[in-house]
């Protein structure tokens, strides 16, 4: 694992399809934006010699910029696949977003992998949001590695940032992060600071020099060796603490000098089970070099450390009526359970899906079933249909290379799967499964949206299908309240992305509108109210008079119509009719617009004629009763009350409180949870959060996130009401 004896077996360049299982690794990059993944990808790239100049993935284009124009935008916001082979196996590289508003591509990455690495600039640190995701992988048993970037930054100190990462990672066992290596340092400059050029292998007591652009091995001075006997001894004891063989820790105590093979086979045993962590260095290779300071090491561990496929165990699969199924893991030649990880757009040939195969082999033109997940509340279409799959490829950069076939444990492109979208299931048409999905992110940022011109809303609907399809965390929200479009997003970057989506790619333009909260409206006390509708105009006439009497109900009641209509003052017939006239005033709204719920409406009295009365006319007789009975009562404007539940780390709690209050906001109480953090309860206004994911990550420094769910209508302030009334008359 880049401590062996001899030289690397050299690359084998860019990866096509893989024919077994066991030489397939699907590795997951995670870290911060500016952390240095795609960066870390494109030089593990050059060194595995799938491409021939650092700094690029072939043509400048990345893993998946399908779309020129997102050129820029993709390196950063998408999941995306390079495919590498090292040594006889095929090394799938997803590199996910550092955003916090993309987290959605980055669970899908951790759900198409079988291990992650940890990518930490040595300038940077470790953030919040990144020690959230290594919890995310621990829950799961993921194994996981760190490379420590940017070691040639003058603040960079690799032994410091192995230190904090420890810290950050380690939990209660912080000997299980330590490094395989320590970097060897060439003369300093002017300036001071002295490059890393190459490292020292602490198992084996090599050294690896990168200074002439391609790694170097050598032999350690006498004088070297006692700068790292300290590092070796604790990761010795490290690799020992976590090996299956619970009979060398007592010999090597005893002082048996313990075999350098033994030792790497153990890493690697204790790496694929998630137990041990290591961490190693990495640094992009200067131009015109061969290969980048420690990538032939990070393409060591991957393929010998990191476990293949057969070890990763199938999410849960069910038939389509909910029936468990066991699925063998990674069984080439049973049933075919894929799963569809991201969707694309190709302007030539049309949508493309990013698939995980788990089960079963796949190949091109056959007929498979797509079975979606339910997804209807955030705008997705349900579905359960056969359709034929295109042509199957795997990625790098704009090219597209066509493989005959994708095995179990493998990932690949299917073109033309015109009605799968990310997070849906392929399988055999006469054997159709449902995997159970992964966890999606709730969007809590509204971004209200109306077309820009008419030809503009001619495509919009069209165009908004589209965009969610390819991203499951977005919802889109018709409402039948405000009367708005809604796209709700994670944050503004997602915002600003499906806006520049739905522009470049649909040739939609919208313009982003205020975003109204459902209000409601609500009798303070009791009110009566007549309505009458006269009107005599040649021919028949209108006639119909009611009296009403309306009075307010506890909530959650919505409107109780009541007749105590006594002796025919109004027949029989027409009761219906006055009823269907106030529930359509009320739906209209008395005060402001906005809905009358949780009234008990009575109709007392009333008059009508053998002739002139109709249906038409008691329903608007209904009507004007329910708005003189308004305009004589004080009416409560209500607005929705959310119940937030926010996870934040123990030293922002105080202010997460205070913030709170701060939007009118009532704290119900606090929860410890594990990892020093605390869960805090409140009833906060919706209209006081339409923000607060925006907010909440400034808050907290992107370490916080909160779920929200409507509670309840309850009256607004008087003052805020008021100002609420008045804006509706002005418009």
């Known amino acids: 694992m880049g401590d062996k004896a001899n030289a690397h077996p050299g690359a084998a360049g860019r990866a096509t399809a893989a024919d077994h299982p066991a030489s397939v690794r699907n590795v997951v990059l995670v870290g911060h934006s500016g952390s240095g993944k795609t960066t870390l990808v494109e030089a593990l790239a050059l060194t595995a010699g799938a491409v021939n100049r650092a700094g690029r993935v072939e043509d400048g284009g990345t893993v998946s910029d399908y779309d020129e124009i997102e050129h820029r935008q993709n390196r950063s916001v998408q999941l995306s696949l390079v495919p590498v082979e090292w040594d006889g196996i095929k090394v799938n590289l997803l590199d996910t977003p550092g955003y916090a508003d993309f987290v959605g591509e980055l669970r899908a990455g951790l759900r198409a992998a079988d291990a992650a690495l940890f990518v930490v600039s040595a300038s940077d640190g470790v953030d919040g949001s990144t020690r959230m995701v290594w919890e995310e992988c621990a829950a799961v048993g993921m194994p996981r590695a760190i490379v420590i970037t940017h070691l040639e930054s003058a603040r960079a100190d690799f032994e410091t940032m192995t230190q904090t990462c420890a810290e950050a990672f380690g939990g209660d066992d912080p000997d299980a992060v330590l490094p395989l290596y320590l970097p060897l340092h060439g003369p300093q400059g002017p300036d001071g600071h002295a490059p890393v050029t190459g490292l020292t292998g602490l198992l084996s007591q090599k050294l690896f020099d990168y200074s002439s652009g391609e790694r170097k091995e050598s032999e350690p001075g006498e004088d070297q060796l006692p700068e790292i006997e300290e590092a070796r001894n604790r990761l010795i004891e490290g690799i ?26 153990d890493l690697e045993r204790a790496v694929a089970r998630g137990v041990f962590f290591p961490v190693l260095a990495a640094a992009p290779a200067a131009e015109g070099a061969k290969q980048g300071l420690g990538t032939v090491e990070v393409l060591e561990l991957v393929t010998r450390g990191f476990p293949t496929p057969f070890e990763h165990p199938t999410p849960g699969v069910t038939t389509i009526d909910g029936k468990p199924r066991e699925i063998k893991a990674c069984d080439t030649d049973g049933p075919l359970v894929a799963e569809v990880v991201k969707t694309s757009s190709d302007p030539y040939v049309g949508r493309v899906s990013l698939v995980r195969i788990f089960s079963g082999t796949l190949r091109p033109d056959e007929t498979v079933h797509v079975s979606g997940h339910g ?56 054997d159709p499964l449902l995997m159970e999905p992964w966890e999606m992110p709730d969007p809590l940022l509204p971004l209200a ?191 929705p009350v959310a119940e937030v539940s926010v996870l934040v780390g123990d030293d922002y709690v105080g202010a997460v409180m205070s913030d709170l209050s701060g939007r009118r906001g009532r704290v119900l109480g606090t929860e410890q949870t594990s990892g020093n953090r605390t869960v805090v309860k409140a009833e906060v206004p919706e209209i006081e959060i339409g923000r607060y994911a925006v907010d909440l990550r400034s808050l907290s420094h992107g370490t916080a996130r909160f779920n929200r769910s409507y509670a309840r209508h309850e009256p607004m302030p008087p003052q805020i009401a008021e100002r609420i009334r008045e804006e509706a008359r002005d418009s």
């Open 240 to 265: 020992i603490a976590e090996s299956e063989d619970e009979t060398l820790m007592d010999r090597y105590l005893g002082g048996e000098q313990v075999d350098v093979k033994t030792l790497i086979e």
């Open 449 to 639: 949206i109306e077309a820009h011109s008419k030809a503009d809303e001619d495509k919009l609907s069209q165009g908004l299908s589209r965009l969610v399809a390819e991203d499951p965390t977005m919802r889109l929200e018709q409402n039948q309240d405000t009367h708005q479009v809604v796209l709700w997003c994670l944050g503004e970057a997602h915002a600003d992305v499906a806006l520049e989506r739905l522009r470049s790619r649909y040739g939609v333009q919208v313009d982003v509108v205020p975003h109204k909260v459902s209000l409601r409206e609500t009798f303070a006390g009791k009110s009566a109210g007549r309505g009458r509708h006269v009107k005599q105009s040649g021919g028949h006439g209108q006639f119909a008079i009611c009296a009403i009497e309306v009075e307010p109900l506890p909530g959650g009641s919505g409107i109780e119509f009541v007749d105590k209509v006594v002796g025919g003052a109004v027949p029989r017939q027409f009761i219906p009719s006055v009823e269907k006239g106030v529930r359509a005033q009320a739906a209209k709204g008395v005060a402001a617009g906005y809905a009358l719920i949780d009234v008990r409406i009575t109709l007392l009295d009333g008059k009508a004629h053998s002739v002139d009365s109709s249906d038409a006319a008691f329903q608007t007789a209904g009507a004007l009763a329910l708005r003189e009975a308004a305009a004589d009562a004080k009416i409560h404007l209500l607005e």
């Open 375 to 430: 997804l209807a509340d955030r705008g997705h279409e349900d579905h359960d249909v056969d359709e034929r799959v295109g042509a199957l490829s795997t990625p790098f950069g704009k090219q597209q290379r066509p493989v005959s076939h994708a095995i179990a444990g493998d990932l690949v492109c299917v073109a033309k799967l015109s009605r799968a979208e990310t997070g849906d299931t392929l399988s055999a048409k006469d």
